[in-house]
Structure formats: C-alpha cells, structure tokens
T-cell receptor, first 111, second 115 residues
Framework: SQTIHQWPATLVQPVGSPLSLECTVE??????LYWYRQAAGRGLQLLFY??????ISSEVPQNLSASRPQDRQFILSSKKLLLSDSGFYLC??????????FGPGTRLTVT | AQKVTQAQTEISVVEKEDVTLDCVYE???????LFWYKQPPSGELVFLIR??????QNEISGRYSWNFQKSTSSFNFTITASQVVDSAVYFC????????????FGTGTRLTIIP
C-alpha cells in the first residue's frame, strides 16, 4: 500500500531563516506530487505541483520554491522566511485525475 | 474557471442528529470529478469519496451518503446519526477530466458534533 511521509511535524523558525520541508511517498511510482498551505482557519492553497522529476509548476508567486530530486521525493524550500509563511503545509500525491492522498502535514510558525 | 462553494462555514448539531453539508460547483467542462475530504483536528486530510460527472447515482457508505445533482451543480454530503468523531472540517473539491491534475477546493465547513 502507499504511504506518504512529511517531516518535520512541527517547526518554529525566525523571520529571515531558511526553510526545508520534505515529503516522500512509498508504494507507488511516478506519482503527481503537490504542496498545499493552509493558513489558520482557512482553506487549502495549492503552492506547487509536479508531474515528474525536475518538473515543477508554481501556482502562487512567493518566496517559496519546490524541487523534486527523485521520483518520490518533493521538497519545499525558502531562502528567507516571512511572517506570512506561517501555516500548515500539506504534501499530497495522486495519479491521473483521481483523488489525492495527503500526508500528516507540517505546522510552521515563523516568529 | 472552476469554483467550489461551501456556503456553510460552521455547523453544530447535537449527537445522533442528521446533518447535510452543501457543496455547489462551477465548471464549463462536461466531464469532471468531485471529491469530499475530511480534516479531523489532527490536520491530515482524509479522502472520503470520488464521483464522476457521468455517474449521478447517489452513494451510501455506512452513515455517510452523497447526493450528486448535475442539474443544480451540487454534491451534498449527509451524515446520519452523527457522532462526536464526525467533528472535523469537511472539504468539497473538483477536478477537470482533461488538461491538468489539480484539485479546486472549497473553503470547507467546520462541523461540530455536540455530545
């Protein structure tokens, strides 16, 4: 069966510090991968998605970036965090036009 | 452009009552997919159901049922005999059949079941 992992689970970082969140998927090959952000009490905002290694589509202009160095690994990064980057970050995988399956998420607090 | 509207921001019901969560969508596509997700307090989104636009049969899974009506562009979700464990935020989502693999989510409905 397929499993999706995210780490860290929680993170507190000062403004201006770098960020690296990692997501890995097991039990499937060539999945579509997605990064979402959810601000407190708000809906889901799609940040990036990837249909293959090295293929990244950005949905929202911001100081975040994403990379997919391996088929089942998806990384969200920032060189300098802003207060507005605080939120709950969810990674998801899917195949074709079917449902997406989400990881446990990372709660990021920028102080 | 696609859009999903969940007009009910928050709903509270007493345990064992039935509750219906509304979802209205907009799309120009004739073929598409609809989804419901549950987000419990732990935060992880849990996939509940996928419905294809060409299949308007209602679906029942235990205490959960879904009413898809293409004529009114609605995909409503009913929980029968609600339980405290049903307390969560519920999201409705839409995906195109052709063109890309992205989901368009509604803003969610926070459901609180009062014991």
């Amino acid at each position: 069966s397929q499993t999706i992992h995210q780490w860290p689970a929680t993170l507190v970082q000062p403004v201006g510090s770098p960020l690296s969140l990692e997501c890995t998927v097991e039990g499937t090959s060539n999945p579509n991968l997605y990064w979402y952000r959810q601000a407190a009490g708000r809906g889901l905002q799609l940040l990036f998605y990837s249909v293959g290694i090295g293929q990244i589509s950005s949905e929202v202009p911001q100081n975040l970036s994403a990379s997919r160095p391996q088929d089942r690994q998806f990384i969200l990064s920032s060189k300098k965090l802003l207060l507005s980057d605080s939120g709950f970050y969810l990674c998801a995988w899917g195949q074709g036009h079917y449902e997406q399956y989400f990881g446990p998420g990372t709660r990021l607090t920028v102080t | 452009a696609q859009k999903v509207t969940q007009a009910q921001t928050e709903i509270s019901v007493v345990e064992k009552e039935d509750v219906t969560l509304d979802c209205v969508y907009e799309t120009r596509d004739t073929t598409y997919y609809l989804f419901w997700y549950k987000q419990p307090p732990s935060g992880e989104l849990v996939f509940l159901i996928r419905r294809n636009s060409f299949d308007e049969q209602n679906e029942i899974s235990g205490r959960y049922s879904w009413n898809f009506q293409k004529s009114t562009s609605s995909f409503n979700f009913t929980i029968t005999a609600s339980q405290v464990v049903d307390s969560a935020v519920y999201f409705c989502a839409l995906a195109r059949r052709w063109g890309n693999e992205k989901l368009t989510f509604g803003t969610g409905t926070r459901l609180t079941i009062i014991p």
